[in-house]
């Protein structure tokens, strides 16, 4: 527990980390100023150290191997363990990693690759993955019950009940075909006027009708599926054909619904009902059911084989509570996917920040020359902001520990990285691997990437309004 409360008041203040360090690096950038240094020398200083404080960063980061579920618990710990879930914090855990596995996939080959061995990912970069949580992790909210109840559904559901009473509602593996089209007769998209002169025509125009119907039904039962879904409407006379045929059917389903379903049952929704093949048909599901739960109906399509979509079911007292909790899972779960785009970590605690300011003192005294040196190691010196507002948090001395927490990492060397940084609940220096304190290396360059870009830009404008007053001589 101490390391989850410890480690989500380093993520507090990742939070702010761009307003301080992008405040501490204008602060600095003041002396310069007076100098009549051009601010355009001291921005290309602070580009420059931007750089190195990257690369500084690329060699200290942990590549993490995703199967490794006990660093990844630890991670995503940092993002619930102070919230209002932190009760169940093993659970939500547990649903924020098995939601973001199941749903993430490679890019390379979208129709067979996911992650069922996670190693397989393990070089990929961002643009080899597609972690898609808006489209195929859906999250349904269902007031009562208790929150120990929440899972994470290797498929699909959706609140949808048979078109017909006397259709099945349980099979075990069923052949699942996905339509988007009606399966009724069509209706005239404008104002249409039949001039009937014998009951014969009338009956003509009923019987053509049902024949349309009666086809499409053939068609769909020539391929033998066990359940149909459709995003459309479904007559009676084509419920009275499927439940002839012992075939489930749905109707009108939402699109998004329906391309959840076919991903996890590894069909494809189609147009028409004369264009159905074989390979149309899902067969990955390995049981469907319909269930109550209060008083609404829900049908259940679970146990899917590699199913790359899935329903995270949360239960609770009310509604609050639902909304609470599915706020606090949604954070969980984009940790995983940052981690899943790009699997490296670096420690939290200040210590990356600590490591970065020592290492743009090492190289400011060959990568820079002249008057880019000054903004160069003034990077450095704001990026110790960070851990010295750790330091004021818990009451220690700051001078004494950012001064031991600088010599550590001043006596590192490239072979022998330091990990050390500031527990931020004691105020004591430790080594951020045993507080298993971690941040994903691509929250944490992009905020150093917007700090300094953000006080460059301030920089690059002409005057600078100031809310000082100038003192009277």
Request: hydrophobic share 40%; proline share 3%.
């Amino acid at each position: 527990m101490q390391s989850s409360i410890c480690s989500n008041i380093i993520y507090i203040f990742v939070s702010f980390f761009i307003i301080f360090t992008a405040g501490e690096v204008l602060i600095l950038a003041e002396p310069f100023l007076r100098q009549n240094i051009h601010p355009t020398v001291i921005v290309r200083g602070y580009n420059t150290a931007l750089q190195e404080a990257l690369k500084i960063c690329e060699k200290l980061a942990i590549t993490v191997d995703l199967k490794d579920k006990d660093l990844m618990m630890k991670l995503v710990q940092s993002t619930v363990g102070t919230k209002f879930s932190s009760r169940w914090n093993d659970k939500m855990v547990e649903m924020a990693l098995d939601a973001v596995m199941t749903v993430a996939r490679s890019s390379k080959d979208k129709s067979t690759e996911g992650l069922g061995v996670v190693g397989e990912v393990q070089g990929s970069s961002l643009s080899q993955m597609e972690v898609d949580l808006k489209r195929y992790a859906r999250i349904e909210k269902i007031p009562g019950g208790e929150i120990s109840d929440c899972t994470v559904l290797r498929g699909v559901m959706f609140n949808k009940d048979t078109t017909h009473s006397s259709m099945r509602r349980r099979i075990e593996n069923p052949r699942i075909l996905l339509l988007d089209c009606p399966l009724e007769y069509k209706k005239g998209e404008t104002q249409t006027n039949v001039e009937i002169t014998n009951d014969e025509d009338w009956n003509t125009m009923l019987r053509m009708e049902e024949e349309y119907v009666e086809n499409m039904c053939a068609e769909i039962i020539a391929h033998k599926p066990d359940i149909v879904i459709t995003e459309k409407g479904v007559s009676d006379l084509a419920q009275h054909y499927f439940a002839k045929a012992n075939i489930t059917a749905f109707r009108r389903l939402r699109k998004t619904d329906n391309n959840r379903m076919a991903r996890a049952v590894g069909a494809t929704v189609v147009s028409r009902t004369d264009e159905i093949q074989e390979s149309d048909i899902g067969s990955q599901c390995g049981l469907f059911e319909m269930r109550q739960i209060g008083e609404e109906t829900f049908a259940f399509f679970v146990e899917c084989q590699d199913p790359k979509a899935c329903t995270i079911l949360l239960r609770g007292g009310s509604k609050d509570v639902l909304n609470e909790i599915e706020r606090n899972l949604l954070d969980a779960m984009q940790v995983v996917r940052n981690v899943v785009y790009d699997p490296k970590l670096l420690p939290g605690g200040g210590a990356t920040e600590m490591a970065v300011a020592v290492g743009l003192r090492r190289a400011g005294e060959t990568v820079t020359a002249g008057l880019l040196k000054g903004p160069f190691l003034a990077v450095g010196e704001a990026m110790e902001v960070i851990p010295r507002t750790l330091a004021q948090n818990c009451g220690v001395s700051v001078i004494r520990t950012i001064t031991q927490l600088r010599a550590k990492h001043a006596s590192s060397t490239d072979d022998s990285k330091c990990y050390w940084g500031i527990n931020g609940i004691t105020g004591d220096l430790a080594d951020m691997r045993e507080l298993g304190i971690w941040e994903p290396m691509s929250v944490k360059t992009q905020t150093i990437k917007t700090a300094i870009e953000s006080a460059c830009m301030i920089l690059r404008i002409d005057d600078i309004v100031s809310g000082s007053k100038k003192s009277q001589a």
